[in-house]
């Protein structure tokens, strides 16, 4: 047995080579899906890149102060992700702080501006009856340049036609021109051409059966409210709808393609924004409707809609339509011909494809079980993250010089592979952050460029015990072949377990903590792993190479291998034993 074992550890000494090309192979394939896939640099994050950390306070409803928990906490994280990644902006962070506050920070970049005015808009989603409404205070602002947006950027649901009912993808008939509002259908139809005039906006008292059962007192208070409520008043909407119930009638307001705030009555909601299953805005080539909302609504909330709409179809205008509300906002208003029973709904008119995704969005992800408040925004310049990179860069230089001054000043020649090992640990690093950004939206942060930093001297540790076990092995009498190869099963162990440790530490770390300090987790881990890998396929190999080299072989002085600077004991020699006498018996 011991005969072919040895064959076996002489054909991997001879075949180093092979170890090597493998990692060039490695390098060169991800440097090249690098470049050919345009990520040619790691994703920043907000500390880094610049942009916007926002901190939410969950505020208790009247009478439901235990409905801020762990698991509605919870929920309304991930309903803010899906919101904000809705938009593109894979790089944002969502997490809670403490019992009360979830901070969300995104990062400058595309589409991060309009994830900031979505991820603001944080009270429950709600399709309410619309009793009254009219133009408020008569000012205008002006139109967005597409004829469809606001400047808020959200679709007015206000126009001049009534499209006829019909299904989703069907096409429409000629509309007629008299009132204005959009038109609900099974595939719910809607024309996002701005109001007219402000007088074409209807008004209506609020019928009885519409104000769910509301005594007198309170319908004359609310109209009251009504009649004195200014829409263009920044302090005045933010006020409007503050702790009604979702049972109660309530104030609203809402904005138009011209820019016109209108104001509105609205009775108790119908339809919770948990009822609607999906939504996504579609480009219509079928009809020419050009871009549209399609919903699907739950088996509970296709009920509610088509009870909802049966009802408003009896009534006139403006009483047979009904508001999307979010956070006291009215985004759409459309109204109702006939019962809607399909449990599916288009919203079609003048959209473009942003105001679609945006209404989309909306109605996707729009249903927080919580109501939030803004507690502060704060933004970080590029500037200062630039600043931020800068300093982390410098300190990483630095460390990186102390680390290579002490490998020339004690190891010499050896510090070539060690030099060389550092290198290309730190391309493997480079070219898979850059590929790690586009494909699981990792973002380099500040304490991950410190994790990279802590994982030179990681590195850095493992060539240590490498060599120095191949220079005990030295200082036994041994020459340097031999010694690399004894050497290497013992700092084998050595490093794998101590890569371990670090390992095992970075992964609980990720897993109990968010935020940034994932990322330090995260850049630890990966950095460990690719240490295993450098020593492995690139440092050993290297050294066993270096070994039949003159230089290395006869132990320069400038080697690190001197056999007489490191007090080597004289050549060891095999003594034989003398043969034992035969036994006289057998002979």
């Not at 990520?39 to 950390?53: E, F, N």
């Not at 393609?257 to 939504?279: E, F, H, N, R």
């Not at 300090?517 to 792993?529: I, N, P, R």
């Not at 290297?542 to 004991?569: E, V, Y």
Request: proline letters at 6%; aromatic letters at 6%; glycine letters at 10%.
């Amino acid at each position: 047995m011991a005969t072919p074992k040895k064959g076996r550890n002489a054909s991997a000494q001879s075949k180093p080579g092979r170890s090597l090309a493998l990692i060039l192979i490695a390098l060169v394939a991800l440097a090249g899906g690098m470049f050919a896939s345009g990520h040619t640099k790691p994703r920043l994050g907000i500390d880094l890149a610049g942009g916007t950390s926002i901190t939410l306070q969950a505020v208790p409803e009247a009478g439901n102060e235990a409905a801020i928990n762990k698991t509605n906490m919870d929920t309304a994280v991930s309903i803010m992700e899906r919101r904000v990644n809705g938009l593109g902006v894979s790089e944002s962070e969502v997490q809670t702080q403490g019992n009360k506050n979830i901070i969300v920070n995104i990062p400058k970049g595309t589409n991060s501006e309009q994830a900031r005015k979505q991820v603001g808009t944080t009270a429950k989603l709600y399709f309410r009856p619309v009793l009254t409404t009219e133009v408020s205070g008569g000012k205008t602002a002006s139109p967005s340049p597409s004829g469809t947006g606001s400047p808020s950027d959200k679709p007015s649901g206000k126009a001049t036609d009534k499209p006829e009912a019909t299904e989703k993808n069907s096409a429409s008939p000629s509309a007629s021109p008299t009132t204005q509002g959009r038109a609900v259908t099974d595939a719910l139809k809607a024309d996002a051409t701005p109001s007219a005039s402000a007088p074409d906006k209807a008004k209506a008292s609020p019928s009885p059966s519409a104000t769910g059962g509301a005594s007198g007192d309170d319908q004359s208070k609310l109209q009251a409210q009504y009649a004195a409520l200014d829409c263009t008043n920044e302090k005045t909407r933010a006020k409007v709808g503050d702790g009604v119930k979702s049972s109660d009638l309530t104030l609203a307001c809402g904005q138009n393609s011209q820019g016109q705030w209108q104001k509105y009555i609205l009775g108790p909601a119908a339809v919770d924004g948990t009822d609607v299953d999906k939504a996504q805005a579609t480009l219509n080539t079928q009809t020419g409707a050009g871009w549209t909302v399609q919903m699907d609504f739950t088996d509970g909330g296709a009920k509610k809609f088509a009870d909802i709409t049966g009802k408003l179809a009896k009534n006139q205008s403006p009483q047979n339509q009904f508001a999307i509300v979010l956070d006291g906002d009215v985004v759409s208003d459309p109204y109702v011909r006939q019962a809607l029973t399909g449990g599916n709904a288009e919203i079609s008119g003048n959209f473009n494809q942003q105001s679609a995704q945006d209404l989309s969005n909306m109605l996707s992800y729009g249903a927080l079980p919580l109501t939030f408040k803004e507690d502060s925004v704060s933004t970080v310049t590029a500037a200062l993250g630039g600043d931020q990179l800068k300093a982390g860069l410098i300190a990483g230089a630095i460390g990186l010089a102390l680390v290579v001054i002490y490998l020339l000043a004690y190891y010499r020649g050896l510090s070539f592979i060690a030099i060389l090992s550092l290198l290309v640990s730190a391309a493997l690093t480079y070219t898979l952050m850059a590929l790690l950004g586009p494909a699981i939206g990792f973002a380099l942060n500040l304490p991950a460029v410190c994790g990279a930093i802590v994982a030179i001297g990681i590195t850095a540790d493992s060539f240590i015990v490498y060599f120095e076990r191949v220079r005990d092995e030295i200082r036994e009498g041994r020459s340097l072949r031999p010694a690399v190869e004894r050497a290497w099963p013992r700092a084998r162990r050595t490093i794998l377990v101590s890569d371990f440790v670090s390992f095992l530490a970075a992964a609980v770390l990720f897993i109990v903590t968010v935020g940034k300090v994932q990322g330090f987790a995260f850049t630890l881990g990966l950095t460990t792993l690719l240490d295993v890998v450098v020593v492995f396929l690139f440092t050993k190999p290297l050294l066993t190479l270096m070994a039949r080299r003159p230089f290395f072989a006869n132990g320069h002085k400038w080697s690190g291998l001197d056999p007489k600077s490191l007090g080597a004991q004289p050549p060891l020699r095999r003594t034989r034993r003398p043969a034992a006498p035969a036994d006289p018996k057998e002979a």
